[in-house]
């Protein structure tokens, strides 16, 4: 699976838009983005995947270069419960017995 | 909640000690993943099993440590004579082989601490 490169921490402010930066210049045509969070003391959650197209669900949005050498998670209005380290992995699709790779990923800190 | 069970939530052993974790997945989710996580770093991959079958278990997997999941549902972590090393989160994470849409559900983990 591909390397992907993470600032460490970001900070936002409560109501704004949070947007996470992930690398990913090794990817490879058959592999997708995924986004996963944790929060503190809870494992990690799902928030959204991609391949080359911009997805958008009721958590966040994913927009992906045309080079899908990295890509941007967006949480439009950030919580004090959006606090939490995001994770970006890049895997092939439905593999599904090849693991998810995490990194460190970047923890985010919403201020009030 | 996402459906995966984890348990106990906390563990506290002395060194030497046996401890042994148990996960109950998704009831229709036929893969099932172990991970480890320290303080400060990102979930370790640990095994992989599809159905009752275990088919991956990475390095980190010392011959302390074994996972079963017999009938292809629930699934233990056993580790033997255990070391303060041992000590971390372990989560178990399941999914459904369908589509590029899999997505992974984790649990909540099973902290332990060795003393």
């Known amino acids: 699976d591909a390397k992907t490169t993470q600032p460490p921490s970001m900070d936002c402010a409560e109501g704004r838009a949070a947007n996470l930066p992930c690398n990913h210049s090794?990817?490879?045509?058959?592999?997708?983005v995924y986004w996963y969070r944790q929060i503190h003391s809870q494992g990690p959650q799902y928030i959204i995947h991609g391949l080359k197209n911009n997805e958008t669900n009721e958590m966040a949005s994913l927009i992906i270069t045309e080079d899908r050498k990295s890509s941007t998670l967006i949480l439009p209005h950030a919580t004090l419960r959006d606090t939490a380290v995001y994770y970006c992995i890049v895997r092939v699709g439905d593999t599904g017995r090849r693991a998810l790779t995490f990194g460190s990923g970047t923890r985010l800190q919403v201020q009030p | 909640d996402t459906g995966v069970s984890q348990d106990p939530r906390h563990k506290i052993t002395k060194r030497g000690q046996n401890v042994t974790f148990r996960c109950d997945p998704i009831?229709?989710?036929?893969?099932l993943y172990w991970y480890r996580q320290t303080l400060g770093q990102g979930p370790e991959f640990l095994t992989y099993?599809?159905?009752?079958?275990?088919?991956?278990k990475s390095r980190l997997l010392s011959d302390r440590f074994s996972a079963e999941r017999p009938k292809g549902s629930f699934s233990t972590l056993e580790i033997q004579r255990t070391e303060q090393g041992d000590s971390a989160m372990y989560l178990c994470v399941s999914s459904l082989a369908r589509d590029s849409r899999t997505e992974a559900f984790f649990g909540q983990g099973t902290r332990l601490t060795v003393v």
């Open positions: 009831s229709e989710h036929n893969r």
């Open positions: 090794t990817i490879s045509g058959n592999e997708y």
């Open positions: 099993f599809q159905n009752e079958a275990q088919l991956e």
